[in-house]
């Protein structure tokens, strides 16, 4: 990502937001230091804050202090409320924030919200590399990883991603990131040629516009209005080798799961 921004020279920010999985020292510092990216993340909420140093007064003695107070929040300690729409819905919180110092992270000065959803009895943590950021804006800004669960949902259930058969890894990994690549094209089709589906849809499929509604985009109609785009694209490349052996031997293959005529592969 760093190497293409700057061969274009492209004027970029770019934030990491991650779960607490990956809150981990060398991805965080080597995103913010070496590659001057921005990261939010969940994380621990046991990890060891600190308040910043007080200023050392002049004429004492003794090394500078790099940090103050441990800082450890309880769920009656976050006193800022806010009703937020995050996750789809409306979210009532409670949070407080502090710029502070991260232990695991070599004492690097990070802004830190800890926040509480709706009336539950715990409390997370998300800690943010940009002390900028507002405490609002960081749980906002958070709560757009979101969006990755259901992509995942969709690709797991949707796609039957659960069931897929392939023969190798390669083929595996070929079929997976095809369909990765379809879906995204279709998402970002659904913004992008918003009005040429409406087209498509009422010249081609006038019994989908709704008589209230109008043209509701769905992935449906987004696929249709983008088959004769890609109805010349040779997708072969992405399917996977059949052994001739076995070709001979057996009329259909298994593929994504279900059976497919062999020549469907050659048709793409």
Not at 24 to 43: C, D, E, P
Not at 157 to 180: D, G, R, T, W
Request: hydrophobic share 40%.
């Amino acid at each position: 990502m760093r190497k293409i921004i700057d061969e274009k020279g492209l004027s970029l920010k770019v934030e990491l937001i991650t779960d607490s999985w990956f809150a981990r020292q060398r991805l965080i510092l080597r995103a913010k230091k070496r590659y001057g990216f921005s990261v939010i993340t969940m994380a621990r909420k046991d990890l060891a804050i600190y308040e910043l140093p007080q200023a050392r007064k002049k004429g004492t003695r003794g090394r500078k202090r790099i940090k103050g107070k441990r800082i450890k929040p309880e769920l009656e300690d976050l006193k800022k409320e806010k009703s937020l729409n995050i996750y789809g819905r409306e979210v009532r919180i409670r949070y407080n924030e502090a710029i502070a110092k991260a232990r695991f992270l070599k004492w690097e000065i990070i802004k830190a919200v800890w926040v509480r959803f709706d009336e539950s009895q715990s409390m997370r943590l998300i800690i943010s590399t940009d002390i900028t950021l507002s405490g609002e804006e960081i749980i906002k800004r958070y709560a757009t990883r979101w969006d990755i669960e259901t992509m995942f949902n969709e690709l797991k259930n949707s796609f039957n991603f659960k069931k897929i058969m392939m023969h190798s890894i390669k083929s595996y990994y070929q079929f997976l990131y095809f369909k990765i690549w379809c879906f995204i094209i279709i998402k970002l089709s659904s913004f992008d040629f918003k009005e040429t589906i409406i087209n498509y849809v009422k010249e081609s499929l006038p019994w989908r516009v709704h008589y209230k509604k109008g043209v509701i985009i769905t992935a449906g109609n987004t696929k249709l209005a983008l088959k004769s785009i890609f109805a010349t694209l040779d997708i072969g490349m992405f399917f996977p080798k059949v052994d001739k052996k076995n070709r001979q031997n057996h009329e259909n293959i298994i593929f994504g799961g279900t059976e497919m005529d062999i020549g469907y592969e050659k048709t793409g």
